[in-house]
């Protein structure tokens, strides 16, 4: 049983965090998609947060938190781990906001697009870790040695508040949805989403959606506390490695209505369906939304549903791989 929270994060949070948010990113659009209709027998909706600015929703986040902080808090200086899309995010924020370069850890195996991404800022990159709750650890050490602020990615109700303006501008635009589909990895996003919409719409179905490979929130929900690092196995989905955090899960355990895991198989054809028949880029940690659409994992007939494409940047040569080896 998940107990009620004691973190407060509302509407009127997320409502404020816009206001800063929009300065610096795009409303991204809520796009119909025939094809993925017609294949799950439902109205589908794709929110295209790979359209955004570094190519992933993370920027939200990173916007508001260093937004928040105080000039004090800036000249410490600003450390996070990240698995990408995050770095990607604190980099542009704080070239966007003017502030001093962030100092960035990824793990070894970051993919390269990431990495190429964040070189194009003004930002120091630290390769440490062999997966991302490694890297987070030192990271996290490094920032406390140095007496600096540690950004987290998903563990922080300030940036929670902004990456629910996703679900925000998806019940914006489709405010009776019966369904939000939502991908997992530390929680940040889908608890946001999930307080915005079943704030709006109490009656929408909140579902998350992770890999096989590591279902640290689909174990957390399902015994009640947090999985705040997991060993994940090999996945394409590096956004979503590791663990649940612990405010996402105080925060909106209670809020999300099911936690779905899908094999990686699904995974890649739902890569390969969406550059198919949508022509839409979009990495692992993103398309695994769609992915209990196209294999019956999710009963959807006759519903509206939205799913949120969260990033689009998978190396090339994955991509490649994954169209060849693919039958859409």
């Not at 000039?71 to 990240?82: F, L, Y």
């Not at 999930?194 to 689909?218: C, D, F, H, M, T």
């Not at 799913?307 to 490649?320: E, K, P, S, W």
Request: hydrophobic share 45%; net charge negative; with cysteine.
């Amino acid at each position: 049983m998940i107990r009620k929270s004691k973190i407060a994060v509302s509407l009127a949070d997320v409502l404020a965090a816009r206001l800063v948010v929009r300065r610096h990113a795009w409303r991204t659009p809520l796009v119909p998609s025939v094809a993925l209709s017609r294949a799950a027998g439902c109205r589908a909706y794709l929110k295209m947060e790979c359209w955004q600015h570094t190519g992933s929703f993370k920027l939200r986040g990173a916007l508001h938190k260093l937004s928040a902080l105080a000039p004090d808090d800036w000249e410490r200086g600003i450390v996070t781990a990240s698995a990408g899309n995050h770095g990607l995010g604190v980099a542009y924020a704080s070239q966007a906001l003017g502030l001093p370069p962030a100092t960035i850890f990824v793990p070894e195996s970051a993919p390269q697009t990431k990495l190429a991404g964040l070189q194009a800022y003004q930002c120091e990159i630290r390769r440490a870790g062999a997966d991302y709750d490694a890297t987070h650890a030192i990271a996290k050490a490094h920032a406390e040695a140095l007496g600096a602020v540690y950004v987290s990615a998903y563990d922080d109700p300030v940036v929670i508040a902004a990456q629910g303006t996703v679900g925000l501008e998806v019940m914006e635009d489709l405010p009776d949805a019966d369904l939000l589909l939502v991908p997992v990895g530390g929680g940040g996003l889908i608890a946001g989403a999930a307080l915005s919409a079943k704030a709006i719409n109490p009656a929408v179905r909140v579902v998350g959606v992770q890999p096989e490979a590591s279902p640290a929130a689909y174990l957390s929900l399902r015994e009640g506390r947090p999985y705040e690092t997991y060993p994940a196995g090999p996945t394409i989905c590096d956004g979503l490695a590791g663990g649940f955090g612990r405010v996402p899960f105080e925060i909106a355990g209670s809020l999300i209505d099911e936690i779905l895991v899908v094999p990686e198989a699904d995974v890649r054809r739902s890569v390969a369906w969406l550059a198919g028949h949508e022509q839409v880029i979009a990495e692992g940690s993103a398309a695994i939304a769609i992915a209990p659409l196209l294999n019956g994992q999710l009963d959807a007939e006759g519903q509206q549903v939205a799913a949120v494409l969260t990033g689009r940047n998978i190396d090339a040569t994955m991509l490649q791989q994954i169209l060849a080896q693919t039958n859409t």
